[in-house]
């Protein structure tokens, strides 16, 4: 079965550079999320989209952008970046049943690696 | 604020042992409960879902049970291999602030000795 796909999955970049991470989701499903993960630490939510609109959003930095494109695929850009961004950047998607609300089983991708040098 | 809770941070058994993982939240209003498995490196693999209006759900060797009210989940591990070493987060989905994101814990590390 097809599964979330990102890329790249490693990244390194120089501070103040800029990135882009892409997220493929699930065929079919609608709803993407991106979520921070740093060493050592839980996964810290970000943004996420539903039928191309942001639906909610959380600890992301305001050098950072996402969106969701026609096809559902997502990408985040990172601008300005810092030392501290460097982590494992995951990207998940779901299927949104309209009569269950946020109720499904979310997917995640195996992330984008950052380091920030 | 939700906050997600997993003690011990880490577990060392030998193979073969039943296990109980834990898991704890402060705010029942949640929609579901969530319990991943994450390899060192590698992205989250969704092990179990359990909704707010069901008390368990069971996947093979895997049974996660749910008390909303008191705000507990544990994931139990029957005859634990070496394969089962990783990491075991739990989420949950609250229903308040949009309800779009999955609150996690710090995990769980799990390491399952020959």
């Known amino acids: 079965a097809a599964g979330v796909i990102q890329s790249p999955r490693h990244l390194i970049k120089e501070k103040r550079e800029t990135a882009t991470l892409k997220c493929y989701p699930i065929p079919r499903h609608d709803t993407v999320y991106w979520y921070q993960q740093g060493p050592g630490q839980d996964p810290q939510f970000l943004i996420s989209f539903y039928e191309k609109m942001q639906s909610d959003k959380g600890s992301i930095p305001d050098r950072f952008s996402a969106q969701q494109f026609s096809d559902y695929h997502s990408e985040l850009n990172m601008s300005s970046l810092e030392l501290g961004d460097s982590a494992l950047y995951f990207c998940a998607s779901s299927l949104h049943n309209r009569d269950r609300g946020p109720n499904e089983k979310l997917f995640f991708g195996s992330g984008t690696q950052l380091s920030v040098l | 604020k939700q906050e997600v809770t997993q003690i011990p941070a880490a577990l060392s058994v030998p193979e073969g042992e039943n296990l109980v993982l834990n898991c704890s939240f402060t705010d029942s209003a949640i929609y579901n409960l969530q319990w991943f498995r994450q390899d060192p490196g590698k992205g989250l693999t969704s092990l179990l879902l359990?909704?707010?209006?069901?008390r368990e759900q069971t996947s093979g060797r895997l049974n996660a049970s749910l008390d909303k009210s008191s705000g507990r989940s544990t994931l139990y591990i029957a005859a634990s291999q070496p394969g089962d070493s990783a990491t075991y987060l739990c989420a949950v989905r609250p229903t308040q602030g949009g309800s779009e994101k999955l609150v996690f814990g710090k995990g769980m590390k799990l390491t399952v000795n020959p």
């Open positions: 359990i909704q707010s209006s069901q």
